[in-house]
């Protein structure tokens, strides 16, 4: 499988999955803007080979469609589920290196972290350049155990990083650390192989180290390093590592950010200093746009497929579901036997799940990947008077503005809100006599011939 970035561009170049810009653009807010374009457009990854005022090669939409997680993976898209599903459980543990490529080129004097790293402005009123594709690594002063999670980070000035941390285990982490009111030291490490990259996103108990699950997942250990100057480990093969410590009791205005729910968020988050930067000979920088493709693909798999699992449990009617907008936008696709099985199955997704605002329950002849179709669904198979579910003050998604959201609790040591939710049964009734609800289709046989034959047109 890849090693680093750099072998998986390769395979997308060979697999035409991967546009070339030669043309010098700014990372403030100009490759942003191509991002952006081509994710809503033919969706390949986009490798600019150089960027304005720094000639370093930046990479983005990195795994912005299933078929390039996929092809990191090694399967093919059909196979994405079962994959992910059988080496989830597998981990493997990562090995050290006492050398490695990410430290070919060592800074421990005169840090300017916007001078050396051409970091992306993303969004028209982003305060500052983000890192967005930034593995934070922390270790646990109390029990040595890693923690590694995907967080937003702004550059506040030469060696000054401002960083959210919403999310365990790194939150809790330093929640411990800060009330011994000692610096928590940290590394930041920068363009990986996929595996890793989308391994830091995995949903996983606290306490289980996701270089294990990078390790089950790429079905061979993941070769770390010892930093330079903190003690904790990075990815060997990274582009480029930032090696600092956030400062005890210190809170200072970080944002505002374009964040992935579409909107501008600002609050008052920890600060860290960077002490040294290291990087590859030649390095080349990886950012993520916000609010694109990208963002459910890397959330997707693994949030879908853990919370199907859970819910299958209490509800085997549930044969699949498809979690958009941070989860928030909620499609389940049942198989019922009786009418009353689908409004107790939506309550109890709005109750149980504070990230499901919207829940949709549609039958097993609509595609729940389709908006079109979910959209039908509602439009012909459901009465609102009769059919919806509302509920109001339940636990909501933390940063959601419509429930004024974005508050942090002190004593729960989260980010929480509260909403008022909504069910959508737009299911068919369960008895259906003159088959009034049947789905129009071409038969079969000339189904089977249309795949056989676009399949062939379209390579
Ligand atoms: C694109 C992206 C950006 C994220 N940014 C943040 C962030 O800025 N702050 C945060 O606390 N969590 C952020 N997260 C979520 C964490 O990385 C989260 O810990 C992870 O998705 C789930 O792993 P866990 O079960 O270990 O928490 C982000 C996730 C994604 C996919």
Known sequence: MFKDLRTF?????????????DEPLSPRHEIPAVLKQIDKSSGEAVLFSTSKGYGIPVVGNLLGRRRRLAAALGVKEERLAETYEARRSNPIKPVMRKRAPCQEVVYKQGINIS??????????????????????????????????????????????????????????????????????????????????????????????????????LAGRPIELVKCKTVDVDVPAWAEFVLEGYLIPGRRDTEGPFGESDGYYFKYENPVGKIKAITHRRAP???????????????MDLS???????????????????????????????VEKKADEEVPKLLSFLLESNPSIKVAVAVDTDVDLHDPREVEWAIATRCQPSRDVVMRDGLPGFSLDPSAGGGKYDDIQKAFVTTTSKIGIDATRPAHDPEGRFEKIDVPPRAKALAERLVKKLLV
């Open 9 to 21: 561009l390769g395979y997308l170049v060979t697999h035409q999955d991967l546009v070339q810009v």
């Open 303 to 333: 949030w879908e497929l853990d919370y199907l699992k859970n819910l299958q449990k209490s509800f085997p009617i549930v044969k699949h579901t498809a979690m958009r907008n941070l989860g928030m936008m909620t499609v389940v696709q």
């Open 284 to 298: 080349i920088y990886h950012a993520l746009m916000p609010w694109t493709t990208e963002e459910s693909v890397l």
């Open 115 to 216: 001078r050396t790293i051409p970091v992306l402005t993303h969004h028209a009123k982003d305060v500052s350049p983000y890192f967005t594709c930034a593995l934070t690594t922390f270790k646990d002063p109390d029990t040595g155990m890693r923690g590694v999670g995907l967080h937003r980070i702004q550059v506040k000035d030469r060696n000054t990083i401002g960083i959210f941390l919403a999310t365990p285990p790194l939150s809790h982490i330093w929640a411990r650390a800060e009330k011994k009111g000692q610096p928590l030291e940290f590394a930041i490490a920068i363009g990986l192989d996929p595996i890793t990259f989308f391994s830091s996103v995995v949903r996983a108990p606290e306490g289980e180290d996701k270089f294990d699950i990078a390790g089950g």
